[in-house]
């Protein structure tokens, strides 16, 4: 069952908005540093991973060209976002305002955006589009079987990726550089067992929105230049 058109469902839209929000979260989650125990990570561990499971969602539902949409529009928004937030932080506040806690904590934020963005640019694309292409692939060699052994490989080659680019463009000179192993390694573990034990659900929703759409696409002769 495939079903050819240029429109975007409902459900699409609802996917791509939390797609988009996650991406958001993320890159502002990241400036927290979080330690438990022998693991260091930031608090986006706990956001960041869904933006793989939707864009798993989208790459098995709707196919590859979907996916692309979906991340470039993601990250067109959040690019916008922290753009804007970098803008306004940059005009000076009312000084009563910029010695308190609020002030502080926003410049905190917004200050190192840009930063934060370069590092998401590289690490978001890279990853996301990885993981999209290697469901996308798999998924046709595969003739639709074994969607959950796609889903893990898929996020362990992209989020590791994503790991080895983000953190050191986004961290080097905060995090001391003998602890960047430790974090990029965490962050991979942490996140495909993230993927693993919400897998179950993963597939329920695939299925289920494969039935709800009519949709199943194979990506047979396609392009997968991103910037087409």
């Known amino acids: 069952m495939t079903k050819k058109n240029h429109q975007v469902s409902v ?43 939707v864009n798993d969602v989208v790459s098995e539902v709707w196919g590859f060209r979907r996916a692309k949409i979906l991340i470039w529009m993601a990250f067109g928004l959040n690019f916008f976002f922290v753009i804007l937030g970098w803008l306004i ?60 052994v796609r889903a893990v490989l898929s996020t362990l080659l992209g989020e590791f990726c994503d790991s080895i680019i983000f953190f050191p463009v986004a961290l080097l000179g905060i995090v001391p550089i003998d602890q960047m192993p430790s974090f990029v390694l965490w962050q991979v573990c942490l996140k495909t067992a993230y993927e693993i034990i919400i897998l179950p659900v993963t597939v329920k929703v695939v299925k289920w929105v494969k039935k709800v759409e009519n949709v199943d696409v194979y990506d047979r002769d396609i392009s997968y230049n991103i910037f087409r």
């Open 89 to 148: 932080d940059l005009i000076p506040g009312v000084a009563w305002w910029q010695e308190t806690p609020a002030g502080i904590g926003f410049h905190a934020i917004f200050g190192i955006a840009p930063r934060i963005v370069l590092a998401s640019f590289l690490a978001f694309l890279v990853g996301s589009f990885l993981n999209a292409f290697v469901i996308s692939k798999m998924k046709v060699r595969n003739n639709g079987e074994h969607f959950t």
């Open 11 to 53: 459900l699409f839209l609802l996917f791509a908005t939390l797609f988009t929000t996650s991406l958001i979260m993320a890159n502002l989650l990241a400036t927290k540093q979080i330690s438990f125990g022998p693991a260091n990570f930031t608090g986006a561990i706990f956001v960041f991973p869904i933006s793989y499971i």
